[in-house]
């Protein structure tokens, strides 16, 4: 099973470059299955003069996936969508006819 996390969107105030929410989703696969989980996530406030705020124009996606996954609970999204996954395989198994042509 391999699960994919990406940031869709960063809002963000644009005098500060703040970044406040991200949009993410969660990619999983396993062969010719695949399911995916999507949501949003409150950042919580960085104030500029921070030492460890980074401008949005700095920003990868890399960091971004490390801040949403700090804050929700990703092993559980990854568990939800292995088990979709596992379900749809399972089905997909016990498929006893089919339809289509041979040509």
């Excluded at 703040?18 to 949501?39: L, N, R």
């Excluded at 568990?79 to 089905?91: F, G, H, P, Q, R």
């Amino acid at each position: 099973m391999e699960h994919k996390w990406e940031v869709k969107n960063l809002e963000r105030e644009l005098k500060s470059g703040t970044v406040t929410t991200a949009s993410f989703s969660c990619y999983s696969t396993h062969e010719t299955f695949s399911t995916i989980e999507s949501g949003e996530v409150n950042l919580p406030f960085l104030s500029p003069n921070a030492a460890n705020w980074i401008p949005y124009n700095d920003l990868t996606e890399a960091t971004a996936v490390k801040w949403v996954k700090e804050l929700i609970d990703y092993s559980s999204i990854e568990t939800k969508n292995s088990a979709s996954i596992a379900n749809s395989i399972n089905e997909n198994e016990s498929e006893t006819t089919g339809d289509g042509v041979p040509w």
